[in-house]
């Protein structure tokens, strides 16, 4: 099992540019995830989906972060404009059915300039 | 609003000791909580869930208790070594939150050996 598969890694991008963000979750895993984490604010619930229907996005900050699955095996976080205080490592997790355990990504690290 | 707490400063200790992380949630109510572990660079890794039933939780040298009257999670974990450095998170699920995952701040474990 590959595990949850995110790209890039690493972005770095000047403000004011689109970013997307890209997640593969774990095969069979009907809940996906975007969080972000800074020093300062932890690790942030953005929206999940469940089958790939959004069911909250409360977290989302505000209308230039949006978030799409448009499958089983693909879920994309944009931003857009990106500007420097989204700077953050942003995770994305899958879940199987049930108890909520969640199975987390190695993290985009984004560097706003 | 919900709250959790965990320590806030880094717990350090000695190669061999009971290292005890202490998780505290408000405005909750929740039917299970995870706990996580969290290296510099990664995502975070799941490790141990407890239910609301359940007082106490083992797997090999963990141990996870639940005190629902408290409000209180402890993490435990025995024979510490320095491979056990990580930061922990807890994330009670209160199901009435759609079962998604709030996580505390985290607490910074040092073994040193």
């Known amino acids: 099992d590959a595990g949850v598969i995110q790209s890039p890694r690493h972005e770095v991008t000047e403000m004011g540019q689109e970013v997307t963000l890209r997640c593969k979750p774990i095969s069979g895993h009907n809940s996906l995830f975007w969080y972000r984490q800074t020093m300062m604010r932890g690790l942030e619930l953005l929206i999940y989906f469940n089958n790939n229907v959004p069911i909250d996005d409360s977290g989302m900050p505000e209308d230039r972060f949006s978030a799409k699955m448009p499958n089983a095996s693909f879920s994309t976080l944009k931003i857009q404009p990106s500007e420097p205080r989204d700077s953050a490592v942003y995770f994305c997790?899958?879940?199987?059915?049930?108890?909520?355990?969640?199975?987390f990504g190695p993290g985009t690290r984004l560097l706003v300039l | 609003s919900q709250k959790i707490e965990q320590n806030s400063e880094a717990l350090n200790i000695q190669e061999g000791k009971t290292a005890t992380l202490t998780c505290n949630y408000t405005n909750y109510s929740p039917a299970y909580l995870q706990w996580y572990r969290q290296d510099p660079g990664r995502g975070p890794v799941f490790l141990l869930l407890?239910?609301?039933?359940?007082k106490e939780k083992r797997k090999e040298r963990l141990k996870v208790t639940f005190d629902t009257t408290l409000k209180q999670s402890l993490f435990h974990i025995t024979a510490s070594q320095p491979a056990d450095s990580a930061t922990y998170l807890c994330?009670?699920?209160?199901?009435?939150?759609?079962?998604?995952?709030?996580f505390g701040a985290g607490t910074i474990l040092r073994v040193k050996s």
């Open positions: 407890i239910r609301e039933n359940e």
């Open positions: 997790a899958s879940s199987p059915k049930g108890l909520g355990t969640q199975y």
């Open positions: 994330a009670p699920v209160d199901v009435e939150y759609g079962n998604k995952l709030v």
